[in-house]
C-alpha cells in the first residue's frame, strides 16, 4: 500500500523527528540536573530542571498530536470530540507557560529571592488561569504577548549577570544555556500556537532550532560532568 501523501512531505517528517529529539533532549537533561540537584539542593538547579521537564512534557504532547493525526488519516477518521481539543489546548498551554515562569524562578530567584515565595503552587495556579482565559476567549496572543516580554526580561537579566560572572566557569555556562534556551523559545512560542506562522521557510526555523537544542544539550551536560567530577573529588 502506498505511504499517504503527507507522509512524504518532508515537513512533517522533520518535525516529527524534531519533536521526538527535542522531547527526549529534555528528559535527558531532567533527570541529569535532578542527579546534581540531589547532591547540591541548589534551588537554582532544581528550577533549571523542571523547566526542561515542562518542555519535555509540552514536547511530548506536541509529538503525541502529531501521532493522534496520523492514526486518524490512516483509520479515515476525520474531526475529534471538541473536548477533546480544548484539553489538549489547555495542557500544551499550561506546560508552555510552565517552562516560562520556571525559567523565570531560577534567573530570578538570586536577584529577587527574599520576594520570591518558597513554593512555586502559585506559578502553576498562573499557568492554569491564564491557559483557560486564552482558550476560552480565543486570544493566543496572550500567551505570545506574555511569554515575549517574560523572555526579552530574562535575556536582559542574563545578559546583565553574564557581564558580572566570567570568572565563574560553571555559573556562566549555565547563564549561556540560559541564553540559548530562551531564544529557542522565543522560536518556538509562535510555532506552538501558529504552525504557519513561519511560512516557507519553517523548514530551515526548525533545522535551526534543533541545532539549537542540540548545542543547548551539549552544553549543559559537559557543565553537569564537570560539576559531578568536582564533587566526586572533593568528597574522596
Not at 51 to 75: E, N, P, Q, W
Not at 191 to 196: A, E, G, N, S, Y
Not at 218 to 230: A, C, H, R, T, W
Amino acid at each position: 500500500m502506498p505511504l499517504p501523501m503527507f507522509l512524504m512531505n518532508p515537513n512533517f517528517l522533520i518535525e516529527l523527528v524534531y519533536s521526538i529529539i527535542v522531547m527526549v533532549s529534555c528528559f535527558v537533561i531532567y533527570f541529569k540536573t535532578r542527579e546534581i540537584y540531589n547532591l547540591s539542593s541548589h534551588k537554582g538547579i532544581k528550577y533549571f530542571s523542571m523547566a526542561f521537564l515542562f518542555f519535555g512534557i509540552t514536547y511530548f504532547l506536541r509529538f503525541f498530536s502529531k501521532i493522534l493525526v496520523l492514526s486518524l488519516i490512516i483509520t479515515g477518521t476525520r474531526f475529534l470530540p471538541r473536548e477533546f481539543d480544548i484539553l489538549f489546548s489547555l495542557l500544551v498551554l499550561y506546560t508552555g507557560f510552565m517552562t516560562t515562569f520556571y525559567l523565570l524562578y531560577g534567573i530570578s530567584k538570586k536577584r529577587l529571592g527574599k520576594i520570591l515565595p518558597e513554593s512555586t503552587d502559585i506559578l502553576h495556579v498562573l499557568a492554569i488561569v491564564l491557559s483557560s482565559i486564552v482558550v476560552v476567549l480565543n486570544l493566543p496572543m496572550l500567551f505570545i504577548g506574555v511569554s515575549a516580554v517574560l523572555l526579552f526580561y530574562m535575556l536582559i537579566v542574563v545578559y546583565s549577570d553574564y557581564s558580572n560572572s566570567k570568572k565563574n566557569i560553571t555559573q556562566s555556562g549555565f547563564l549561556i544555556v540560559y541564553f540559548l534556551l530562551i531564544l529557542f523559545l522565543m522560536l518556538n512560542i509562535f510555532d506552538i500556537l501558529i504552525p504557519d506562522f513561519f511560512g516557507a521557510i519553517q523548514t530551515t526555523i526548525l533545522i535551526i532550532s534543533l541545532s539549537l537544542f542540540l548545542l543547548i544539550m551539549y552544553k549543559v551536560l559537559k557543565i553537569l560532568s564537570v560539576e559531578s567530577n568536582g564533587r566526586k573529588k572533593k568528597q574522596a
